[in-house]
């Protein structure tokens, strides 16, 4: 009976992952290239961010008003895993729909937390509709980790980071490592998928050559301890916004007098480098030219989007943040800027998400697999990590629960 238990599990597992891996993974590289266009539309016809406000107003009545019995948030999720609550079908809709209006009318949001919901999202109903897997009957931690494994991956070309994400966002990260087998699967059946069909990613390969030495580690130290305070800025500066914004009793002037405030920042920057997903500027940092301030002008502009109540995601402008503002920073330290900046993605996100372990992996994915890098990457995740506290992007996440999380912030 014991071995017949084992083999029906096994069984769930890989299921579980082909199957999420099929349909989440397919669902993130079609909005990987559908806010690619959107994107590209937006910064081709500049002018459609005096749109921006209509996109707003649209977006609040479709969470608001259209469906506003339904948590279409990624908490959502958390509580189905925690405590059973049922997620809706609209989430995955609705947050892909609001991502690529903000897009077109240039709001600087993310689109990796936008993919994480559509793939939780639509492996929950996987394993609610799907009957050769109702018969199994996935855990809900299980549907979770695929489908979020397989909109990490879909977006940002890291499918071995993507599964370890997948995981360790659910704060099963040091309890339940046999979820990363389908995971795997879903996450690898999303690249391939995403390759398959010549899906367009930004390469940061190649940009950085460093060596280790004793004076470099220290100089990373003060750049992951940089980054997080960075992380932390960010979080912090989104709630304050929200809380801003909340003063204003009326949703829809929230939306409008928020998306005025990014139209005109936007004017007086005097470009769109920092509206929609921003990454020309990413890829500048990490070949070694200037960033300036565009880490306060994106955290700015991210803020007012977000905050005023247009949805999407936020680990792109943490991104963003991170490798500009460390860019800045290794200025101060004379340490190489494109090295900083991307120690600062690597340390912003670690911070942001609790996800050291994923972070790390992807700072080996999509920058650098140099055995030096491996080594300051690892450096940086594990010390913005342990200095951040408890806090991050996800309110329902529990990442008390973690270890090497004392409550410092």
Request: hydrophobic share 50%; with cysteine; charged share 10%.
């Amino acid at each position: 009976m014991e071995l017949a238990g084992r083999g029906k599990t096994i069984i769930t597992y890989i299921l579980t992952g082909v199957c999420c891996g099929i349909v989440c993974g397919g669902a993130a590289v079609f909005f990987s290239w559908l806010t690619t266009m959107c994107d590209n539309v937006f910064h081709t016809h500049e002018k459609l961010i005096f749109l921006l406000p209509l996109a707003g107003i649209a977006v609040v009545f479709l969470y608001d008003d259209f469906r506003k019995e339904d948590d279409l948030t990624m908490n959502a999720l958390y509580r189905y895993m925690q405590d059973g609550k049922p997620v809706s079908f609209w989430l995955a809709p609705m947050i892909a729909i609001s991502t690529c209006f903000a897009y077109l009318a240039g709001g600087s949001v993310g689109r990796v937390g936008s993919a994480l919901q559509i793939g939780g999202c639509l492996a929950v109903l996987i394993g609610k509709k799907f009957a050769l897997l109702r018969r199994f009957a996935p855990a809900p931690e299980l549907l979770l980790a695929c489908g979020i494994a397989a909109g990490f991956c879909g977006i940002l070309n890291a499918p071995v980071a993507g599964a370890v994400f997948g995981v360790e966002v659910l704060i099963l990260s040091y309890k339940k490592w046999i979820l990363i087998v389908p995971t795997l699967i879903s996450s690898f059946i999303t690249w391939g998928i995403a390759h398959a069909v010549g899906i367009y990613y930004v390469d940061f390969h190649d940009l950085i050559t460093v060596s280790i030495s004793v004076t470099v580690v220290l100089k990373a130290l003060v750049v992951a301890f940089a980054a997080m305070l960075i992380g932390r800025l960010y979080c912090f500066v989104r709630e304050i916004t929200v809380k801003g914004f909340e003063a204003l009793n009326n949703k829809y002037l929230r939306v409008i007098t928020g998306t005025v405030l990014v139209i005109a920042l936007t004017q007086i920057l005097g470009h769109t480098n920092c509206n929609g997903i921003g990454f020309s500027y990413v890829d500048a940092a990490l070949d070694g030219h200037s960033a300036t301030l565009a880490f306060l002008w994106k955290l700015m502009l991210t803020a007012f989007t977000l905050g005023c109540g247009i949805r999407g995601g936020e680990i792109a402008p943490t991104i963003f943040i991170g490798a500009t503002g460390c860019f800045a920073a290794g200025y101060l330290i004379s340490l190489d800027p494109a090295l900083a900046a991307a120690l600062g993605i690597v340390g912003a996100l670690a911070s942001v998400t609790n996800c050291p372990i994923a972070i790390f992996l992807y700072g080996l994915e999509a920058i650098s697999l140099s055995p030096e890098m491996a080594l300051y990457f690892f450096i940086t995740a594990c010390m913005a990590h342990f200095l951040s506290g408890t806090g991050g992007i996800y309110s329902e996440q529990r990442a008390e629960k973690q270890i090497l999380k004392p409550q410092l912030f």
